[in-house]
Nanobody, 117 residues
Framework: QVQLVESGGGMVQPGGSLRLSCATSVSIAVAAWHRQAPGKERELVAAITSGDRTNYADSVKGRFTISRDNAKNTVYLQMNRLKPEDTAVYYC??????????????WGQGTQVTVSS
């Protein structure tokens, strides 16, 4: 019953920036952003723990930053120096064990990011 609401996607030129947001109604233990390009499998882009430890895919390290605002139950992905190969649908993931449900894994609806001239 927990819903992840994504926003911030759009179309930008190479070298541009976007910030994705993922908001929910309860505390998030672990969060991550994945992406899926046409014809490719979904891949992990970035992850963050409750202790603010982060992990990034090599392809985005130094350009993307994952962060969280615990007061707002929101996770962000700041994307700078975007490249055409970053074009994909980006999905928010959250691990929320505090709900007490059998499955603590939640996914957002996906938001399109297009990087093109």
């Amino acid at each position: 019953q927990v819903q992840l609401v994504e926003s911030g996607g759009g179309m930008v030129q190479p070298g541009g920036s976007l910030r994705l947001s993922c908001a929910t109604s309860v505390s998030i233990a672990v969060a991550a952003w994945h992406r899926q390009a046409p014809g490719k499998e979904r891949e992990l882009v970035a992850a963050i723990t409750s202790g603010d430890r982060t992990n990034y895919a090599d392809s985005v390290k130094g350009r993307f930053t994952i962060s969280r605002d615990n007061a707002k139950n929101t996770v962000y992905l700041q994307m700078n120096r975007l490249k055409p190969e970053d074009t994909a649908v980006y999905y928010c993931y959250a691990y929320i064990p505090s709900t007490g449900y059998a499955s603590a894994d939640y996914w957002g609806q996906g938001t399109q990011v297009t990087v093109s001239s």
